[in-house]
């Protein structure tokens, strides 16, 4: 597709981000083919950094008038993309969501257009590559690429094109955006995912592209994946409590990781409790094991305890969010208001 056709839909580049100063510039730089090409403008919208992220970008801007600064005091990024969208978007035709930390192929915006003016789609998704450098972090990734730890979910394992229900969020019409409400600020996590519910339910489409992806760099430890994961299962929960809509089947698996967790307590009255929080260790030490020795793959092992992380830590998530009766009454007052 030419330059031309590109740019009869244009777009808005939004980069939610805090303290990325490491990280900011290149990626900016690297967009510059997607500005040019598309005739773009690009916002990055700041949640407050404290490590000169900011002056960075406003330099930027001074010497490139395509590119500029926004403040962001609500911090999380469904705040960030609802601002930049409600503040600029009326110029644009499709906005395309960039996150600050990941790495992008040189042609990645201009893929993304050209899929969803050639598909017609509301919403064109992408897959992730999580990619890591040191060793819980390369554990981390292989862990997330695997069934282990994604529940063969075709947003991280990537698939040929396809029309879906939900993806990484990629590039959105902004008509769509706006008709749905945009994203719910509730959300600190899984805003994606809560957003594509009522997307699909309104009845816009969502297309899976194979032609580009993004790669993704996991939480370098233990603690901090713990966090992250905590938050996916809070923001699931919500999800259920505001549409009702109920996890899938890969997501209901490591849903039972915590109640036999404590289960697993009462195998002081009796053995036989144990039993079930054995078995899912050892599923998950036997498919590192697997990793490691049919793979030959060094990081299995440790892989098989990062996704052991991640598969309590979103249980855990998951039901402190649902037995938070405060919380509980408040997604349930609004979703009835809704």
């Not at 994946?225 to 997501?251: C, D, T």
Request: glycine share 10%.
């Amino acid at each position: 597709m030419s330059t031309g056709d590109m740019t009869s839909g244009r777009s808005l580049i939004i980069i939610p981000c805090l303290n990325e100063a490491k990280h900011i510039e290149a990626l900016i730089l690297k967009l510059g083919g997607a500005i040019g090409d598309l005739d773009a403008d690009l916002v990055v919208v700041d949640g407050g950094s404290t490590d000169g992220t900011c002056e960075i970008v406003q330099q930027i801007a001074v010497v490139n008038p395509k590119v500029r600064l926004m403040h962001n005091p609500k911090k999380i990024q469904s705040a960030a993309i609802n601002l930049a969208v409600a503040t600029l978007g009326d110029g644009y035709d499709y906005m395309i969501r960039i996150d600050a930390h990941g790495e992008y192929p040189a042609d990645y915006c201009q893929r993304l257009m050209q899929e969803a003016l050639a598909t017609g789609a509301d919403s064109v998704v992408v897959a992730m590559q999580t990619v890591g450098f040191g060793t819980f972090q390369k554990a981390t990734a292989y862990a997330q690429n695997s069934k282990l730890g994604n529940g063969g979910s075709k947003h991280r394992t990537g698939a040929v094109g396809h029309w879906t229900n939900h993806g990484h969020h990629a590039v959105m019409r902004i008509s769509a955006f706006r008709a749905v409400g945009g994203y719910d600020e509730m959300f600190s996590h899984n805003e994606d995912a809560e957003f594509d519910y009522r997307l699909s339910k309104a009845g816009y489409r969502i297309w899976m592209t194979d032609k580009t992806s993004m790669i993704y760099y996991p939480r370098s430890s233990a603690a901090a994946l713990f966090r992250q994961y905590f938050g996916y299962g809070r923001g699931r929960a919500k999800n259920f409590l505001k549409h009702r809509a109920m996890p899938s089947l890969r997501q209901m698996l490591p849903l039972a990781v915590v109640p036999i967790a404590i289960g697993a307590l009462l195998a002081i009255v009796n053995w036989v409790a144990v039993i079930p929080f054995g078995l899912w260790a050892l599923a998950c030490l036997g498919y590192g094991a697997w990793m490691a020795l049919g793979q030959r793959n060094p990081y299995g092992p440790l892989a098989a305890v990062s996704a052991m992380v991640m598969h309590f830590a979103w249980s855990a998530g998951f039901w402190r969010e649902l037995l938070d009766i405060r919380r509980r009454r408040v997604v349930s007052h609004e979703a009835a208001h809704g």
